[in-house]
């Protein structure tokens, strides 16, 4: 994919080299001619083009990155960060690298996901989730605001009111839930999506 993306990029430059040596020595009045505007805006269509696919091909190649640091599980790229943070900094710093805080969909995914936070972080450590009832206590939603479908609660949670809005894993609870003080600084899980 990368060697398709280069060579149409070096075939690219190679027609905009031949088209500047072609240019005649002597400048004659310039004559509107639609052939030549015409040939402009599709050389300009390819450019866009090949930038588009070349920015793809980055996005492609970040995100396997990601998957080779991190875990995939369920179609998603899973990485942890050890470092201790607020859920709010948590999260821009996810939203930084292209991603969001995670959020498992199942209870496989959640299971897995805690086996690979017990192995990168430690088998003790709690981690941010991508979930909160931030906008109406008591309705937990994803980072997009979507109501979630998956729970896994330790049982009398969630029980903070609305001190507590934001979700962490936890490992020592065997991947259950806890709703605790978004300020609390706690490690956490970036999530992407394959594309």
Not at 101 to 127: C, F, K, T
Not at 180 to 191: A, F, M, T
Request: charged content about 25%; hydrophobic content about 30%; glycine content about 8%.
């Amino acid at each position: 994919m990368e060697f398709r993306g280069a060579c149409v990029l070096l075939g690219v430059l190679l027609l905009v080299n031949c088209s500047l040596q072609q240019t005649p020595a002597k400048r004659k009045p310039v004559k509107k001619d639609a052939t030549k505007d015409t040939a402009v805006e599709q050389l300009q269509k390819q450019i866009d083009n090949i930038v588009q696919e070349l920015n793809l091909l980055k996005e492609q190649q970040a995100l396997q990155t990601v998957c080779l640091k991190g875990e995939k599980i369920h179609g998603k790229c899973y990485l942890a960060d050890p470092l201790r943070k607020r859920y709010h900094t948590a999260s821009e710093d996810c939203n930084n690298l292209g991603g969001v805080l995670g959020a498992p969909m199942s209870s496989d995914e959640n299971d897995q996901l805690r086996d690979y936070i017990r192995r990168s972080i430690g088998p003790d450590e709690q981690v941010w989730l991508g979930v909160n009832d931030m906008m109406t206590e008591g309705v937990w939603v994803d980072q997009t605001g979507s109501s979630i479908t998956y729970k896994n609660w330790e049982r009398p949670q969630p029980d903070g009111g609305q001190s507590q809005n934001c979700v962490a894993l936890s490992g020592a609870a065997r991947g259950k839930w806890f709703d605790e003080n978004c300020r609390d600084e706690k490690p956490s899980v970036c999530q992407f999506n394959i594309v």
